[in-house]
């Protein structure tokens, strides 16, 4: 296999833990590149459900190395219970000391960064994002505001407590003054540091510049995606955005293994569409399909519950998302969510409600998603199950017809088609 980036492709949860896994079987090297605990990745094995939110799903194997990039911010709470949960799912504490390393360059998200998130978020009202609530905003604003805490701080306490002394009056004084919170001691602050230097012990990589070095020359590397493309805080439907770079770019950065390391970029795309939290999504249904996909789709969030909205495939979206998220192929999941459908609807341009104006940009400005009205074609559905089918040849007619037109559409072939969450419910094409 090529060393290849799995980016999700619309607003996160298109299934890129199932792609993941099923590569990871290829790959000797797997990183995350961004993002943090926001994210939740959920692998079936033999009908056994796995749910990642940090940790490279890499891990479910042996012998390959599972590595968390600088790019990744990492809350150490939920660090240690999402490997006290996979251990309780019967992975062996053995192989998280042995195949898990961090980059000490990732930055840690704090208590008063979730205190933050919780608090914006209110203060927002209306406006609110519809975060993960997880401190991913207020850990990435303070690492380019030049205030975060990395993990190799944790391990030298002279340095750590310096940093603090920058750093704790300004968040104290936004805690307190702005939203009314408590603050923090510094004592508190290096206590719970002292815990954190304890729990990434055996699992941080201070050799890392030679163990990457090491992974370009002689390892197959697989570059683990969180969120998608329409959520990055570049190129996605800003503000409603999380705030990292989950684009195939934003690997190189996040991983540090330069742009050329990457061979492919693989974009998972749901055979529809869904989103959580708030923003427009200009093929949202919101009627009878919305809950259909919904319901057959199982659409609720793995990290919060919340129910995720549906609409049907956006082809302005996704050509958009070709273009910036550098994607090379496509793997498309969830087609079995449509077995029972009569109809399926494809949004093929977007109409200006005002001027009848047709185009297939996708308008970056979410403010003006309002403004425009989905051109649908309309494709027959062919009410079969696919979930068994192994072969292309074997899917029903119609679905190959509808699968065609995306891959027209968008100009990049389609090199994975999945009719289920298990790893067996799997067509590749050559
Ligand atoms: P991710 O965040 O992109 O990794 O996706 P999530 O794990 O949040 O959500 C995808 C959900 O769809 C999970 O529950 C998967 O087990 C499930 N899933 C993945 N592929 C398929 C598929 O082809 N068909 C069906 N029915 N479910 C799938
Ligand atoms: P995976 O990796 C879907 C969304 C949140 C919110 C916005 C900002 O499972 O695909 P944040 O907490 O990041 O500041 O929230 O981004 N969001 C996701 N939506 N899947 C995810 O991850 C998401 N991670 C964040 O719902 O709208
Ligand atoms: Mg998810």
Redesign the pocket.
């Known amino acids: 296999m090529k060393n290849t980036v799995v980016v999700?492709a619309q607003f996160?949860?298109?299934?890129?833990?199932?792609i993941?896994d099923l590569l990871a079987q290829k790959a000797d090297f797997i990183v995350r590149y961004q993002g943090g605990c926001n994210?939740?990745?959920?692998?079936?094995v033999n009908n056994k459900?796995y749910?990642f939110h940090l940790i490279p799903s890499g891990i479910l194997y042996e012998n390959k190395t599972c590595f968390i990039g600088a790019g990744v911010v990492i809350h150490p709470e939920s660090f240690k219970k999402e490997i006290e949960e996979l251990i309780n799912d019967g992975i062996a504490q053995e192989k998280f000391t042995k195949n898990l390393k961090i980059n000490p360059l990732a930055h840690i998200t704090m208590p008063y960064h979730i205190d933050l998130d919780g608090a914006d978020e209110i203060k927002l009202g209306k406006n609110k994002i519809g975060t993960t609530k997880r401190g991913i905003g207020p850990t990435y604003s303070d690492k380019y505001a030049r205030l975060g805490i990395r993990i190799e701080d944790l391990f030298d306490e002279e340095i750590l407590s310096n940093k603090l002394d920058v750093i704790l009056p300004n968040k104290n004084a936004v805690l307190e003054k702005i939203y009314g919170l408590k603050t923090y001691t510094k004592e508190e602050i290096l206590n719970l540091c002292r815990e954190y230097k304890e729990l990434f012990a055996p699992y941080v990589c201070f050799d890392w510049q030679n163990v990457l070095r090491d992974a370009k020359k002689n390892k197959t590397i697989l570059f683990e995606g969180?969120q998608?493309v329409l959520l990055d805080i570049d190129y996605g439907t800003y503000p409603y955005v999380t705030s990292s770079n989950p684009i195939g770019g934003g690997a190189a950065v996040g991983a540090s293994m330069g742009v050329k390391t990457i061979d492919e970029v693989i974009g998972?795309f749901k055979a529809y569409i869904t989103r959580v939290g708030e923003g427009d999504m200009v093929t949202e249904q919101l009627g009878e399909d919305g809950s259909k996909l919904q319901e057959?789709?199982?659409e609720f969030?793995?990290t919060t519950g919340r129910p995720r909205r549906c609409g049907f495939f956006d082809v302005p979206l996704a050509k958009y998302s070709v273009l910036v998220g550098g994607l090379t192929s496509i793997a498309l999941?969830?087609?079995?969510?449509y077995d029972s459908f009569d109809e399926i609807k494809l949004c093929v341009g977007y109409q200006n409600k005002k001027t009848g104006e047709i185009t297939q940009m996708y308008p970056t400005s979410v403010y003006t998603h309002k403004n425009y009205a989905p051109v649908w074609e309309s494709y027959k559905g062919w009410n079969k199950d696919t979930?068994k089918c192994k072969t292309y040849e074997e899917l029903p007619e119609n679905a190959k017809i509808y699968l065609k037109r995306i891959e027209e559409l968008l100009e990049i072939p389609i090199k994975i088609i999945?009719?289920?969450?298990d790893r067996d419910?799997?067509i590749f094409i050559d």
Not at 333 to 337: A, E, G, I, Q, Y
């Open positions: 999700g996160g949860d298109e299934g890129k833990a199932k993941t994210a939740g990745h959920t692998v079936v459900k749910k969180a998608g998972v057959i789709g199982a969030g793995v999941t969830k087609l079995d969510v979930t999945s009719v289920g969450p419910q799997t």
